[in-house]
Nanobody, 124 residues
C-alpha cells in the first residue's frame, strides 16, 4: 500500500506561483508513474501532469504547458508540481496519484493510489 500526502496549496493572485509537494510512503516499489490531477467545482477531474519514474518522461495538459513543471526527488520520495504564471482557471483541488502501470499515463483510471488533495485558489 502507498500513502500520498499533498501540501503546498494556497491562495495567490493571478501571475503568482506555487509549488505543490506530494510525499509518498509505504511500499513504492511497484509504482512506475506518478501524476497530478485537479478538479474544479462542476468540472471533471483533469490530468495536469504525469511523470514516468525511471524513464523520466513527462506529460502535460495543453492548458498548463510552459507554466507547470513536474519533478521528483527520489531520495525524499517526493513528487513536486511547480506552478508559475497561475491563472484563475487553475483554481481547483489538486491531487497527487501513483500508478502501477509501466507507462506514462494521464488517465485517472490508471492510477491506484490517491492523496487527499490540496486546494489552489487563484484570484484575478
Amino acid at each position: 500500500q502507498v500513502q500520498l500526502v499533498e501540501s503546498g496549496g494556497g491562495s495567490v493572485q493571478a501571475g503568482g506561483s506555487l509549488r505543490l509537494s506530494c510525499a509518498a510512503s509505504g511500499y513504492t516499489g511497484n509504482v512506475y508513474s506518478m501524476g497530478w490531477f485537479r478538479r474544479a467545482p462542476g468540472k471533471e477531474r483533469e490530468g495536469v501532469a504525469s511523470f514516468w519514474i525511471g524513464i523520466g518522461r513527462t506529460y502535460y495538459a495543453d492548458s498548463v504547458k510552459g507554466r507547470f513543471t513536474i519533478s521528483q526527488d527520489n531520495a525524499k520520495n517526493t513528487l513536486y508540481l511547480q506552478m508559475n504564471s497561475l491563472k484563475p482557471e487553475d483554481t481547483a483541488m489538486y491531487y497527487c496519484a501513483a500508478s502501477r502501470f509501466r507507462t506514462l499515463t494521464n488517465s485517472p483510471s490508471d492510477y491506484d493510489y490517491w492523496g487527499q488533495g490540496t486546494q489552489v485558489t487563484v484570484s484575478s
